[in-house]
């Protein structure tokens, strides 16, 4: 039982290039959604999926695409990189945020990103 | 809307003593969660302690206990007989039920452990 995963770790783009991160899921959740967390900020949400096959926008979605077409996986999508998009990106799922009380969303460890 | 807030960007405490970490919030919401998650320099989240909105009682795991003030919307983080492995960053935050579904995060508070 791995949890939540990231890929990459690390990743350096140049301006205009375009990634895909992804991250997996191997506890059955329901809900997914990437993070973006920049200093002094915190973490703040950029798309969520309340289940496979939908997404929806978050606090700060523009510049990012998602998928969500397999229920352990969720996809975030940069088509093309600016320096304002250098960040640390979380991933987290949870079986249901209406779910029993002792649910909670779990982490993936993270992606540095940065953008030159 | 729904905020968390953060006043302390910064704490430190001596190793063996008490420390406690101040969130307040804002929301419309009638049902929801609060949460402490800890930041270590390894960048993983991790869960340090949950409340329920409903639950009068202050929620307590081990060294870990919150005071929980519904009407203050105050929701702070008490780390009792601190250790050193404690140093991290420390996110409040807010998980409304009834709205959009996701976790609203405060800015952080950076706790030293002194030795």
């Known amino acids: 039982n791995a949890g939540v995963t990231q890929t990459p770790k690390f990743r350096v783009l140049k301006t205009g290039q375009s990634m895909t991160l992804l991250c997996a899921q191997d506890m059955n959740h329901e809900y997914m959604y990437w993070y973006r967390q920049d200093p002094g900020m915190g973490l703040r949400l950029i798309h969520y999926?309340?289940?496979?096959?939908?997404?929806a926008k978050g606090e700060v979605p523009d510049g990012y695409n998602v998928s969500r077409l397999k229920k352990q996986n969720f996809l975030l999508g940069l088509e093309s990189a600016a320096p304002s998009q250098t960040s640390v990106y979380f991933c987290?799922?949870?079986?249901?945020?209406?779910?029993?009380?002792?649910?909670?969303?779990?982490f993936g460890p993270g992606t540095r990103l940065t953008v030159l | 809307a729904q905020t968390v807030t953060q006043s302390q960007p910064e704490m430190s405490v001596q190793e063996a003593e008490t420390v406690t970490l101040s969130c307040t919030y804002d929301t419309s919401e009638s049902d929801y969660y609060l949460f402490w998650y800890k930041q270590p320099p390894s960048r993983q989240m991790i869960l340090v302690i949950r409340?329920?909105?409903?639950?009068?009682q202050n929620a307590t795991e081990n060294r870990f206990s919150v005071n929980f003030q519904k009407a203050a919307k105050s929701f702070s983080l008490k780390i009792s007989d601190s250790q050193l492995g404690d140093a991290a960053m420390y996110f409040c935050a807010l998980w409304g039920i009834q709205g959009a579904q996701k976790l609203v995060f405060g800015q952080g508070t950076r706790l030293t452990i002194n030795p």
């Open positions: 999926s309340v289940g496979e096959g939908t997404t």
């Open positions: 987290a799922s949870s079986y249901s945020p209406r779910g029993p009380s002792t649910d909670t969303q779990y």
């Open positions: 409340q329920e909105a409903y639950k009068q």
